[in-house]
Nanobody, 122 residues
Framework: QVQLVESGGGLVQAGGSLRLSCAAS????????MGWYRQAPGKQRELVAH???????NYADSVKGRFTISRDNGKNTVFLQMNSLKPEDTAVYYC????????????????WGQGTQVTVSS
């Protein structure tokens, strides 16, 4: 079994910063890619940032230049540094791990974190 545990969400004023962390734990042999998604009320869940095991990154246009995704493969952990936050960044942020191989059963699955609320006030 694999679980993703997120931390770092909260309330911040516009222009401020937050750092989200997500640690995958369990019988993990390997993880392909990890990423962060967000969902505001009444809207579709959208990709915020994505990083491969080798360190290649992608960002949504709305966060380029403000957010930075990074990854510690040894700790199966992904981070999202969010700077210059705007009210429109307010959403529930979800961690995702893609292509997770469980060494106990040999199965490959994708996993989601429980979500963490980020609220940016004007």
């Amino acid at each position: 079994q694999v679980q993703l545990v997120e931390s770092g969400g909260g309330l911040v004023q516009a222009g401020g910063s937050l750092r989200l962390s997500c640690a995958a734990s369990g019988s993990i042999f390997s993880i392909n890619a990890m990423g962060w998604y967000r969902q505001a009320p009444g809207k579709q869940r959208e990709l915020v940032a994505h990083i491969t095991r080798g360190g290649s990154t992608n960002y949504a246009d709305s966060v380029k230049g403000r957010f930075t995704i990074s990854r510690d493969n040894g700790k199966n952990t992904v981070f999202l540094q969010m700077n210059s936050l705007k009210p429109e960044d307010t959403a529930v942020y979800y961690c995702n791990a893609n292509g997770v191989v469980d060494y106990r059963n040999g199965k490959t699955n994708d996993y989601w974190g429980q979500g963490t609320q980020v609220t940016v006030s004007s």
